[in-house]
């Protein structure tokens, strides 16, 4: 089992910058990869970015390349989702998860922080 507990969410104005963090505990060795998700309000839930463990090769969804950036403390068990030149489009719920293996989906999820842009 791994857990994951997200924190840094918050509301902040369009063009700022948050950092939201995702500690994991449990068998973390066992995990992959690593990722963010988010959702709104009466919207699907969709990839933000993630970071495969083995080489911390980083994949980003289109909407957030560029102002985003994943990143990993191997010391701590955290993933970091640095977010820049945040957007009111970017509000939502934002969870991270772990994979136990690659390309084969997430098994395991955070209960989510919140994230609202105000423009």
């Known amino acids: 089992q791994v857990q994951l507990v997200e924190s840094g969410g918050g509301l902040v104005q369009a063009g700022g910058s948050l950092r939201l963090s995702c500690a994991a505990s449990g068998r973390t060795y066992t995990s992959a990869v690593m990722g963010w998700f988010r959702q709104a309000p009466g919207k699907e839930r969709e990839f933000v970015a993630a970071?495969?463990?083995?080489?911390?090769?980083?994949y980003y969804a289109d909407s957030v390349k560029g102002r985003f950036t994943i990143s990993r403390d191997n010391a701590k068990n955290t993933v970091f989702l640095q977010m820049n030149t945040l957007l009111p489009e970017d509000t939502a719920a934002y969870y991270c998860?772990?994979?136990?293996?690659?390309?084969?989906?997430?098994?395991?999820w955070g209960q989510g922080t919140q994230v609202t842009v105000s423009s």
């Open positions: 998860a772990a994979a136990l293996a690659e390309d084969v989906g997430y098994d395991y």
């Open positions: 970071i495969r463990l083995r080489n911390s090769y980083t």
